[in-house]
């Protein structure tokens, strides 16, 4: 069903849209052949009837001309200003914002509470627009055409404010009926929303380092270092060697952290790893779990060329100078949150806004995912630790049926010792109980280090994954959390605009210059609420782009993310492959002996090293990346 539907939606597009014709007319036509609505529901249709449908559409019209409208400059730099005014507005009262009044279905709540709201919101917003004698000006925005897989159309987002016939009550409803469409359905709000794309001009992140296709980090050799004022504080630093950098420095963990706090400063929308931050570096086996914890950090870090061309992380990873560092790391915790958009750095100097049905559904179902995983992922953990514990039973259990023949062995040498008679067959008795003792023993200790490397590198891989769940989670949050502000606010004012449009027309919040044009279409609600309340509706669309914003950055963000956790499912295979094909080596090769002792032609295949350099980072034939370029204006 889904192949067919998507093959009538790109014949709709080559036949209708990519030829010219006016979709609004084309919908409007075939609505005439299947009482109204249902027409416009292409299930509705078979393959065979929309090819006649076209045929006759195109046989009756001609195609008509697309004209695109392009910003003024002037313009443009006005709406930058705005937005700059909006953004600083939205961080002065982000902690207010998220208590704002909740969403509910019951409608006179919603208008009581919206006093109250209004004061919060709005009042030190007006006044500043005011003092700094704020004008609006009108826009006419024609973003770039996009297609969706769920429509046929391309849908144009607009910020109008012009003249509208309030009479032609059906092309309005055509229009309607061309961008439900692609509305994106918000079950939670019981509303729809109008995709967006949209660019937004940024900071441009310039790479002071090249960036490697093949980086190579460890963390070892810690050292026990004596700290506070008496000395009775204790830490550890440990040796970071990066590769083919050639840096080497000493850091502990506080800088670790340090480190981990400056970068969710400075990327609000990127996922920072995680760290283990318990105190547990008693033992050298918890000291090795914390190297390997440590190291993952920073291979995490490689994954993104913004943080890892980020200065905080190249003087991490290279400055030597400990004072230095130090000065560094403080005037780290200065550093302030970046909130704006614009603020936010990357190397092409542009934030690429997606909201499309395709990103929200993705941003609502990873939320569903998150959850499984992050229970799942503390299963396996606990799963991985009874694994340790049968194969340590198992090993004891082997070692005991060894010890259990040395037992045979020594009472029957003690018997042969005693005797004079049989020998030879004694002697074959003996070698039999000794080969038994060898093999199981043998077998014993492969399974001691099968449990060794299951706490070395599977448990610790599950234990990791599981705590990146929260970072995944904390920018899902994020972007939750802006959605809900965007609605409650935009449900509040449509609330208050639908209150007032109910009142005589001289009660209208409208300014001056579009006073006539009210009066014009003082019948058509539609039009009358996008003068209505302009400073309001203006911060409603602020919140609309943020809300856009985190949602495509969410789809953005963990699609990066999960590449890179597949990367390292990979590595993790090659590296646990490579121990337990070292481990099975030694097992045929001690089985082997034994059966060629007692006699016997050797079964197992040799046993082969596999190739170094497939198991290994090898940086001999390194790349340097190209990095994503600032596009031309």
Same mark, same amino acid.
């Given at each position: 069903?889904?192949?067919?539907?998507?093959?009538?939606?790109?014949?709709?597009?080559?036949? %209708?849209?990519?030829?010219?014709?006016?979709?609004?007319?084309?919908?409007?036509? %075939?609505?005439?052949?299947?009482?109204?609505?249902?027409?416009?529901?292409?299930?509705?249709?078979?393959?065979?009837?929309?090819?006649?449908?076209?045929?006759?559409?195109?046989?009756?019209?001609?195609?008509?001309?697309?004209?695109?409208?392009?910003?003024?400059?002037?313009?443009?730099?006005?709406?930058?200003?705005?937005?700059?005014?909006?953004?600083?507005?939205?961080?002065?009262?982000?902690?207010?914002?998220?208590?704002?009044p909740g969403n509910n279905n019951n409608n006179q709540q919603n208008n009581e509470e919206y006093d109250e709201y209004e004061q919060r919101f709005l009042k030190k917003f007006e006044k500043k627009l005011q003092d700094?004698?704020?004008?609006?000006?009108?826009?006419?925005?024609?973003?770039?055409?996009?297609?969706?897989?769920?429509?046929?159309?391309?849908?144009?987002?607009?910020?109008?404010?012009?003249?509208?016939?309030?009479?032609?009550?059906?092309?309005?409803?055509?229009?309607?009926?061309?961008?439900?469409?692609?509305?994106?359905?918000i079950p939670k709000f019981q509303t729809t929303e109008e995709p967006i794309q949209l660019d937004i001009k940024c900071e441009q992140h310039v790479s002071t380092i090249p960036i490697y296709s093949k980086i190579k980090?460890?963390?070892?050799?810690?050292?026990?270092?004596?700290?506070?004022?008496?000395?009775?504080?204790?830490?550890?630093?440990?040796?970071?060697?990066?590769?083919?950098?050639?840096?080497?420095?000493?850091?502990?963990?506080?800088?670790?952290?340090?480190?981990?706090?400056?970068?969710?400063?400075?990327?609000?929308?990127?996922?920072?790893?995680?760290?283990?931050?318990?105190?547990?570096?008693?033992?050298?086996?918890?000291?090795?779990?914390?190297?390997?914890?440590?190291?993952?950090?920073?291979?995490?870090?490689?994954?993104?060329?913004?943080?890892?061309?980020?200065?905080?992380?190249?003087?991490?990873?290279?400055?030597?100078?400990?004072?230095?560092?130090?000065? %560094?790391?403080?005037?780290?915790?200065?550093?302030?949150?970046?909130?704006?958009?614009?603020?936010?750095?990357?190397?092409?100097?542009?934030?690429?806004?997606?909201?499309?049905?395709?990103?929200?559904?993705?941003?609502?179902?990873?939320?569903?995912?998150?959850?499984?995983?992050?229970?799942?992922?503390?299963?396996?953990?606990?799963?991985?630790?009874?694994?340790?514990?049968?194969?340590?039973?198992?090993?004891?259990?082997?070692?005991?049926?060894? %010890?259990?023949?040395?037992?045979?062995?020594?009472?029957?040498?003690?018997?042969?010792?005693?005797?004079?008679?049989?020998?030879?067959?004694?002697?074959?008795?003996?070698?039999?109980?000794?080969?038994?003792n060898n093999i199981l023993m043998q077998w014993s200790k492969e399974m001691q280090q099968f449990q060794s490397q299951i706490s070395d590198k599977m448990t610790h891989f599950f234990k990791f994954a599981h705590n990146?769940?929260?970072?995944?989670?904390?920018?899902?949050?994020?972007?939750?959390?802006?959605?809900?502000?965007?609605?409650?606010?935009?449900?509040?004012?449509?609330?208050?605009?639908?209150?007032?449009?109910?009142?005589?027309?001289?009660?209208?919040?409208?300014?001056?210059?579009?006073?006539?044009?009210?009066?014009?279409?003082?019948?058509?609600?539609?039009?009358?609420?996008?003068?209505?309340?302009?400073?309001?509706?203006?911060?409603?669309?602020?919140?609309?782009?943020?809300?856009?914003?985190?949602?495509?950055?969410?789809?953005?963000?963990?699609?990066?993310?999960?590449?890179?956790?597949?990367?390292?499912?990979?590595?993790?295979?090659?590296?646990?492959?490579?121990?337990?094909?070292?481990?099975?080596?030694?097992?045929?090769?001690?089985?082997?002996?034994?059966?060629?002792?007692?006699?016997?032609?050797?079964?197992?295949?040799?046993?082969?090293?596999?190739?170094?350099?497939?198991?290994?980072?090898?940086?001999?034939?390194?790349?340097?990346?190209?990095?994503?370029?600032?596009?031309?204006?």
């Amino acid at each position: 069903m889904a192949d067919e539907k998507e093959k009538k939606q790109l014949y709709l597009r080559e036949q %209708i849209m990519d030829k010219g014709y006016d979709a609004q007319q084309f919908l409007s036509y %075939i609505s005439e052949y299947k009482n109204g609505e249902s027409g416009l529901t292409i299930e509705n249709w078979t393959f065979e009837e929309l090819q006649n449908i076209v045929q006759q559409f195109t046989n009756q019209f001609q195609p008509v001309c697309i004209t695109n409208v392009n910003y003024d400059e002037n313009q443009a730099q006005q709406e930058e200003e705005q937005q700059d005014e909006l953004e600083d507005y939205d961080i002065e009262l982000n902690n207010e914002i998220i208590h704002q009044p909740g969403n509910n279905n019951n409608n006179q709540q919603n208008n009581e509470e919206y006093d109250e709201y209004e004061q919060r919101f709005l009042k030190k917003f007006e006044k500043k627009l005011q003092d700094e004698g704020y004008e609006d000006e009108k826009q006419n925005q024609n973003e770039e055409n996009q297609e969706e897989a769920e429509g046929f159309e391309q849908i144009q987002i607009m910020e109008e404010n012009k003249d509208e016939n309030p009479n032609d009550q059906q092309a309005q409803q055509e229009k309607k009926k061309l961008q439900a469409f692609q509305l994106i359905k918000i079950p939670k709000f019981q509303t729809t929303e109008e995709p967006i794309q949209l660019d937004i001009k940024c900071e441009q992140h310039v790479s002071t380092i090249p960036i490697y296709s093949k980086i190579k980090v460890v963390v070892r050799d810690p050292i026990k270092a004596s700290s506070g004022l008496l000395g009775f504080q204790t830490h550890y630093s440990f040796k970071i060697v990066t590769k083919p950098y050639n840096w080497e420095v000493r850091r502990k963990m506080k800088d670790f952290m340090g480190l981990r706090n400056v970068l969710l400063k400075l990327f609000p929308a990127k996922i920072i790893p995680p760290l283990d931050t318990e105190n547990t570096e008693q033992t050298q086996h918890q000291l090795n779990k914390r190297m390997k914890y440590l190291k993952s950090f920073i291979d995490d870090l490689k994954a993104s060329p913004e943080i890892w061309s980020n200065e905080y992380v190249v003087n991490f990873l290279s400055l030597k100078d400990d004072q230095k560092f130090e000065k %560094i790391m403080k005037h780290s915790e200065k550093e302030k949150e970046i909130q704006k958009i614009k603020d936010m750095a990357n190397f092409t100097g542009l934030q690429k806004i997606r909201l499309t049905n395709s990103t929200y559904t993705y941003k609502e179902e990873s939320q569903k995912y998150l959850n499984t995983a992050e229970n799942t992922y503390k299963k396996l953990q606990l799963l991985s630790k009874q694994l340790k514990k049968d194969f340590e039973g198992t090993a004891h259990t082997l070692s005991s049926i060894g %010890i259990a023949y040395h037992e045979l062995f020594g009472a029957f040498n003690d018997f042969d010792s005693k005797t004079s008679e049989g020998k030879e067959s004694h002697s074959k008795l003996k070698d039999s109980y000794v080969s038994f003792n060898n093999i199981l023993m043998q077998w014993s200790k492969e399974m001691q280090q099968f449990q060794s490397q299951i706490s070395d590198k599977m448990t610790h891989f599950f234990k990791f994954a599981h705590n990146e769940i929260s970072c995944f989670k904390e920018l899902h949050k994020k972007a939750n959390d802006v959605e809900n502000n965007y609605f409650k606010y935009k449900t509040s004012l449509n609330h208050k605009k639908e209150k007032a449009f109910k009142l005589d027309s001289s009660k209208w919040e409208i300014e001056k210059e579009d006073k006539e044009k009210a009066m014009k279409y003082k019948d058509n609600k539609e039009q009358i609420f996008k003068l209505m309340y302009k400073r309001d509706t203006k911060y409603e669309q602020y919140l609309r782009e943020q809300f856009a914003f985190w949602t495509s950055t969410v789809a953005s963000e963990f699609q990066r993310n999960f590449i890179k956790k597949s990367d390292d499912y990979a590595e993790f295979f090659k590296q646990f492959a490579k121990s337990q094909t070292n481990i099975i080596n030694e097992l045929l090769g001690t089985w082997g002996r034994i059966t060629q002792d007692l006699g016997f032609e050797n079964p197992f295949p040799i046993p082969r090293e596999l190739p170094p350099g497939r198991l290994s980072v090898n940086l001999d034939d390194n790349e340097i990346i190209d990095l994503p370029q600032k596009q031309q204006e």
